[in-house]
């Protein structure tokens, strides 16, 4: 083989070798990331709010990156975001938890603002976002296990802070996120309602009686409207 060919075949073989390790040092790239599970729902039309408080489900994060094509588990590497903390809230590997505080839909998102490699290249990218749906059913029932048929005991929040109320007997149990939650008890039953501030409690209006953050109504054989604040 000729001189000419020889150099002709060196340089395709050199131009070949720095393709491949152009290639090799690319870092991976990240596409995007799937939530898994995609939609969670807690609670029923039957169940007060405040009831679902506590409820947690573990959430992953699934990246697709290109360099090769390959699906990674990345749930302790994003940035988890919940859009309504008053009513979920999600902790940094992905945890999410049901407040009690408040029904509806929420939007949680799980982020990536730098792309790596396994061998630890990075490089800055877009900003890479999942989505997932998180619901509390709104609690459509007026009556409560407290009684039935007899005298309604009925709550109106006002201020602008958070709390609960629940009520003993059992039956009337909301958080101030509703406005307005009543639950009916058998005629001549004393009941107490407590409130639990997140924050400030300002005080109880059309109670029997008031201690604190206790509001007491005896002897209940109309019904009742009481207010409690949050501040």
């Keep these: 083989m000729s001189r000419k ?3 002709i075949l060196a340089l395709v073989t050199t131009a070949i070798s720095l393709l491949s390790l152009s290639s090799c040092a690319d870092p991976q790239e990240l596409q995007s990331i799937t939530i898994q599970p995609g939609t969670e729902t807690f609670g ?3 169940i007060p709010v405040i009831a679902n408080a506590g409820s947690q489900v573990q959430l992953r ?24 903390p008053q009513m979920f809230t999600v902790n940094s590997t992905g945890l999410l938890t049901a407040t009690g505080l408040s029904c509806g839909g929420t939007l949680v998102s799980a982020t990536v603002t730098t792309n790596a490699d396994g061998s630890g290249v990075s490089s800055s990218g877009a900003l ?15 009556t409560g296990s407290g009684g039935g048929s007899g005298p309604t005991i009925s709550v109106t929040f006002l201020g602008t802070g958070l709390g609960t109320v629940s009520s003993s007997p059992l039956g009337l149990s909301c958080a101030s996120t509703a406005t307005l939650c009543s639950a009916s008890f ?22 029997g009686s008031v201690s604190g953050d206790t509001c007491t109504i005896e002897n209940l054989t109309t ?9």
């Design 44 to 46: 029923a039309s039957d």
């Design 61 to 84: 994060a699934l990246g697709s990156y290109l360099h090769p094509p390959v699906t990674k588990d990345i749930t302790n590497q994003v940035t988890w975001t919940s859009n309504t």
């Design 186 to 207: 058998p005629t001549g039953t004393d009941v107490t309602l407590t409130a639990t501030p997140f924050g400030t409690f300002g005080g109880w209006s059309g109670c």
């Design 223 to 231: 019904n009742v409207a009481v207010v409690a604040t949050f501040n």
């Design 5 to 7: 060919w020889f150099s």
């Design 128 to 142: 890479v976002t999942g989505y997932m749906t998180a619901n509390v059913i709104c609690f459509s029932s007026t």
